[in-house]
T-cell receptor
Framework: SQQGEEDPQALSIQEGENATMNCSYKTSINNLQWYRQNSGRGLVHLIL?????REKHSGRLRVTLDTSKKSSSLLITASRAADTASYFCAPHAGGTSYGKLTFGQGTILTVHP | KAGVTQTPRYLIKTRGQQVTLSCSPISGHRSVSWYQQTPGQGLQFLFE???????NKGNFPGRFSGRQFSNSRSEMNVSTLELGDSALYLC??????????????FGPGTRLLVL
């Protein structure tokens, strides 16, 4: 597996605004996942996007994948205070790296009421 | 279905002691992975078990060990605790092989403080 690098490190917005965070990675991938972590708690899976997909939606979340640029973005529309959390991407090259996801430092999102 | 559970949720130990953490995966999930999360190093993969066999291991010293039982429940053990072992320990389960970047479902974590 390989590590993704999330950008920006921190993002502060007002409720109702959109939040966009980015993930870059270095080598070819099989898929890429986004996870959310509320302070000091376990990670929650948000979306998995495969290398042959360009865009995926889930509720207020939209994930795009550009394999030519080796990057992905996560857009949260109409953000809420409850979206305040750290967001991590986990690109995976496939193969037999069993059970191992590699995370970057994440993007800390703060949504102000 | 019940989610991934971890016990205990909080633990305080002193240097030199050992500790055992427990993880019960989602029913039917056979792969269990363990991660350590610290402010300095972030989330780091410890190891993964599938059908009672360790299939993958991260870059941690031998003081960190684990096992998996026939019901897929897993334990990890840290011997001779050091201050730097203070961390949030997360376990995650996945349905099938755990390979190829399969979705993982995380427990709430065990917060370990070593004094």
């Amino acid at each position: 597996s390989q590590q993704g690098e999330e950008d920006p490190q921190a993002l502060s917005i007002q409720e109702g605004e959109n939040a966009t965070m980015n993930c870059s990675y270095k080598t070819s991938i099989n898929n890429l996942q986004w996870y959310r972590q509320n302070s000091g708690r376990g990670l929650v899976h948000l979306i998995l996007i495969r290398s042959n997909e360009r865009e995926k939606h889930s509720g207020r979340l939209r994930v795009t994948l550009d394999t030519s640029k080796k990057s992905s973005s996560l857009l949260i529309t109409a953000s809420r205070a409850a979206d305040t959390a750290s967001y991590f991407c986990a690109p995976h090259a496939g193969g037999t790296s069993y059970g191992k996801l590699t995370f970057g430092q994440g993007t800390i999102l703060t949504v102000h009421p | 279905k019940a989610g991934v559970t971890q016990t205990p949720r909080y633990l305080i130990k002193t240097r030199g002691q050992q500790v055992t953490l427990s993880c019960s995966p989602i029913s039917g999930h056979r792969s269990v992975s363990w991660y350590q999360q610290t402010p300095g190093q972030g989330l780091q993969f410890l190891f993964e078990y599938f059908s009672e066999t360790q299939r993958n291991k991260g870059n941690f010293p031998g003081r960190f060990s684990g096992r998996q039982f026939s019901n897929s429940r897993s334990e990890m053990n840290v011997s001779t605790l050091e201050l730097g072992d203070s961390a949030l320990y997360l376990c995650a389960s996945s349905l099938n092989s755990g390979g190829a970047g399969e979705t993982q479902y995380f427990g709430p974590g065990t917060r370990l403080l070593v004094l």
